[in-house]
């Protein structure tokens, strides 16, 4: 069969290789004709996505989603439906995983089926279970499909896989680093091209905002160390990488781990340059560790910080003080790391006075730069089930929204709409238009292009 896996088109910052997409192709590739398309990069949209499955005439279309991708995913679904009838389609992703029944009444008829939860292995009995003749006996077999039996909707169990290195590597041929724009996640960078790349999955942090604990059962597994250093030789000799990016949350939460890495980056010679772009957390570090990745190359380290209040801190288990947050930045920015901060404003109950003392509080932080975020209740979450349960907002809600976290749908009844947005520029403001922020970002620009980049992408941050 002829299948597509296509990463939606959208208004993001951050344009990296879908490197899930590229680890399902790895999986199915040596059995259908596969192609990746990440319309994102290319810029197309739902009409140009369905043409291009009507001209091909692909048998399967895979969408990866989040929460924010589902109404624009909906329309280019319909759309390809509406040129080739016969065509399946599935999405799968985050959104899918923790609202499997909800994703299928949302989509409707624009879709046929959905996957909760890690689809490496059960993707290709998918489409095995698509080719035979057996309907939904042939269905029922395949973890973590959704799907509809008549008017029902079925959600079978999924595992997840504990021995990450069984999955390989993603089909870096299908999605080279070389051809992506540079600083791919995130602003700034030291070399070019990057890849990134995932060494760990899960979460056991229980962050009552987030929806990572939910998706790994609070557990944490890891790549071997082997595995990853024959990636990254991989990507270095064959497609020219030259800076990595680890999207993991909880890379440091294994120190053992981190230092065997190190060592062994450090035996290859590569010197390579990394970052973490999606932050690891403050209490899992040291300054034994942060040294020796720093000598292993690695040179920005980003933090959720979240809030300056230690009310909304413990509101949300982030289990982190104040006072543990200034501690740990200030060892952090003493070995000469590059240092970001992510915060988010208007937690449910968050006061004028509890944002103002965010303000105050990223600005009195060594921080070279900040992300400030809007408060998104994510399906799923402790938060989210909160609201409900108060009549804040209602199951459906998330369907009636564009959630991403630089949208804002969710207001607290502490505030109003207008006042959150202002504080948020005002924050961002505050913290930039200071000189030695000012002046660290001006050094950091690379080029006329990437000058334009940041201030093009800056303008449109104060706008949101």
Not at 168 to 181: E, I, L, N, R
Not at 184 to 212: D, E, K, L, M, Q
Not at 268 to 292: A, Q, V, Y
Request: proline content about 5%.
């Amino acid at each position: 069969m002829k299948v597509l896996l296509v990463k939606p088109f959208g208004i993001a910052d951050e344009i990296i290789p879908p490197v899930s997409l590229g680890l399902l192709a790895t999986h199915i590739r040596d059995y259908h004709s596969v192609k990746i398309l990440d319309a994102l990069k290319e810029g197309l949209n739902g009409t140009a996505v369905a043409k291009m499955v009507k001209r091909e005439d692909i048998d399967v279309v895979g969408f990866q989603i989040w929460t924010k991708d589902i109404h624009n995913v909906r329309e280019i679904s319909n759309i390809i439906k509406s040129l080739r009838p016969d065509t399946k389609i599935i999405v799968g992703g985050i959104h899918p995983t923790v609202s499997p029944e909800g994703t299928m009444r949302f989509f409707d008829k624009s879709i046929d089926f959905a996957y909760q939860g890690e689809g490496e292995i059960g993707f290709k009995l998918f489409l095995d279970a698509i080719e035979s003749d057996e309907g939904p006996v042939a269905m029922k077999k395949v973890p973590g499909l959704v799907w509809k039996d008549g008017h029902d909707i079925k959600v079978n169990n999924n595992k997840l896989n504990e021995n990450l290195d069984s999955l390989g590597f993603p089909a870096w041929d299908m999605m080279p680093p070389s051809t992506y724009p540079k600083a791919p996640h995130g602003a700034f960078y030291r070399n070019f091209p990057i890849a990134p790349i995932i060494v760990t999955r899960g979460c056991p942090f229980p962050c009552t905002y987030c929806s990572a604990n939910i998706l790994s059962d609070g557990k944490l597994r890891s790549r071997s160390v082997e595995h990853v250093i024959e990636e990254l030789k991989m990507l270095y000799h064959k497609f020219g990488v030259r800076e990595f990016q680890i999207e993991d949350d909880n890379f440091t939460l294994n120190r053992k781990y981190v230092y065997q890495f190190c060592e062994r980056l450090l035996s290859e010679n590569l010197n390579l340059t990394w970052s973490f772009p999606n932050g690891i957390r403050l209490d899992t570090i040291d300054r034994k560790l942060l040294k020796l990745m720093k000598r292993a190359g690695c040179y920005a380290l980003n933090f959720g910080i979240e809030s300056g209040s230690q009310r909304i801190l413990n509101m949300i288990k982030k289990k982190l003080t104040l006072e543990q947050i200034t501690e740990e930045l200030t060892l952090v920015h003493e070995e000469g790391y590059e240092i970001g901060g992510f915060f988010i404003l208007g937690f449910p109950t968050e006061t004028r006075e509890e944002i103002e003392d965010t303000i105050r509080f990223a600005c009195t932080l060594p921080l070279d730069r900040i992300a400030v975020s809007y408060f998104q209740p994510f399906p799923k979450t402790h938060l989210y089930q909160e609201l409900i349960e108060k009549g804040e907002i209602n199951e459906d809600w998330v369907n009636q929204q564009s959630l991403s976290l630089q949208c804002l749908s969710y207001v607290p009844q502490t505030i109003t709409a207008i006042e959150l947005r202002q504080f948020r520029t005002k924050m961002l403001k505050r913290f930039y238009f200071r000189v030695k922020p000012f002046l660290k970002m001006l050094s950091q620009f690379r080029s006329p292009s990437h000058s334009y980049y940041i201030i093009k992408r800056s303008i449109r941050w104060l706008k949101v």
